[in-house]
């Protein structure tokens, strides 16, 4: 984090606009995919606070198809590989230049490789040769990739890595630990399985879905990285004074109950923490921004073990654009009402321009269920007792 004292000079509204297109990219990628969007949303907070992420699960969990589908919907340049023990140097970074060996140089052709991509994703990231992953080390940690006589400032926003379990291999800690948020997956839940085999049935999307235009020039693939880019700019001059004290006995009490966080992790964990605020619209960190913290946990264990000991200091915490990755992580009300109120919206929004009947009511009623289950009505927020007002009145007969 360069500046952590003075908050970025973005006017709020351009922010907001930027965050929500940033939502609007999200959900799009998380479209038709059963409960995968904490990965997508994730990818996006990485993305924004310039960190990289470890998304870990058994085989056929869609891990790769959550970041390939977040990629396409942000454009720019995307690079994908599965490594393996024989993966060389060359299938990741590129061939070397011949016409520059022929003058006595060892330079290196980049173009469509690691290097010079927007988003990368490296399934079976922890397979790779030391070759590999000595490299990987330098792009990851400086993002500048130098190799022979080649040296290039990459463009890489953020490079997801997939496994199917942590590595056990101690000389592998030093590049897991480069991974400062993780996400781990597990196969979807028996509940849940008619979802699952709905969505199976449906046509692949669109690479990119057209969002609508708006005041910064329309929603193009290009727009997208822009505001990717506007954001992580705010998130780097997010004033995080205020939240430090807050942000400090978090991590004293992660520590005291056994989380391990380095010293490393712990500086890092606060570019999570800005990159939430600005994702959220704002600034200036507050505790509403603290739930990003059990994502540095290095396990599944430890991360549930994070989120009940910061109980307290994260029951309010919620964010507008990545409302199922703050519900999932906080577990508070606040985020869960984020997260309903959004869905309801979306589920009105493509009601409307269904045919009537009992199958485009089912949805709607599905989310007034879970929302009269989550909350008593005395203790609807407003916005929430808005959505579930205009649910009730699409699903009551005609």
């Known amino acids: 984090m360069t500046d952590t004292s003075t908050p970025s000079d973005a006017s709020p509204a351009a922010l907001r606009q930027d965050a929500e297109l940033i939502a609007g990219v999200v959900a799009a990628a998380g479209r038709d995919m059963v409960d995968r969007e904490t990965v997508a949303e994730v990818v996006a907070l990485c993305a924004v606070a310039g960190e990289h992420l470890l998304v870990v699960g058994p085989p056929g969990t869609a891990k790769s198809e959550a970041v390939r589908r977040v990629a396409g919907q942000l454009g720019g340049r995307y690079f994908e590989y599965l490594l393996g023990r024989f993966t060389e140097p060359n299938e990741l970074f590129g061939p070397v230049d011949l016409r520059s060996l022929r003058e006595g140089r060892v330079e290196f052709e980049t173009s469509g490789m690691l290097p010079e991509a927007d988003v ?4 079976e990231v922890f397979l790779g040769s030391t070759a590999v992953l000595n490299t ?24 997801v890595g997939a496994a199917n379990h942590l590595p056990e291999d101690p000389a592998l800690a030093a590049f897991a630990d480069r991974f400062l ?3 781990f997956v597990d196969p ?3 509940a849940r399985l008619e979802e699952l085999l709905e969505a199976g049935r449906r046509p692949a999307p669109d690479p990119v879905v057209q ?12 727009d997208r990285l822009g505001a ?14 205020g939240v430090t004290p807050l942000l400090a006995s978090a991590l004293r009490r992660l520590r005291a109950a056994g989380v391990p966080v380095s010293d490393r992790r712990a500086v890092r964990s606060q570019r999570l923490v800005a990159a939430a605020a600005v994702l959220d619209g704002r600034t200036v960190a507050t505790a509403r921004d603290l739930w990003v913290l059990p994502l540095v946990a290095p396990t599944a264990d430890t991360q549930a073990l994070a989120r009940d000991t910061l109980g307290d200091l994260i029951e309010k915490a919620a964010n507008q654009s990545l409302a199922h990755a703050a519900e999932e992580l906080s577990r508070s009300s606040a ?8 869905t309801g919206a979306a589920l009105l929004a493509g009601h409307r321009g269904l045919p009537e009947g009992r199958d485009s009511r089912l949805r709607l009623e599905a989310a007034l269920r879970e929302i009269d289950a989550g909350f008593a009505p005395a203790d609807l927020p407003a916005a929430l007792a808005g959505i579930r007002a205009e649910l009730v009145a699409a699903v009551a007969p005609s």
């Not at 792009?139 to 400032?153: I, K, P």
């Not at 990717?228 to 998130?235: V, Y």
């Not at 985020?335 to 959004?342: K, S, Y």
Request: some cysteine; aromatic content about 2%.
């Open 120 to 123: 990368a994703f490296l399934d």
């Open 136 to 159: 990987l080390l330098g792009l990851l940690n400086e993002g500048v990739f130098r190799r022979g006589g080649t040296v290039l400032a990459s463009p890489l926003r953020v490079c």
């Open 211 to 222: 969002l609508p235009d708006g005041p910064r020039g329309g929603a193009g693939p290009d």
């Open 228 to 241: 990717l880019d506007r954001l992580a700019d705010a998130a780097r001059g997010c004033g995080l004074d």
């Open 335 to 342: 985020a869960r009402a984020e997260r309903l109120a959004r």
């Open 181 to 183: 948020a993780r996400v």
């Open 188 to 190: 979807v839940a028996d």
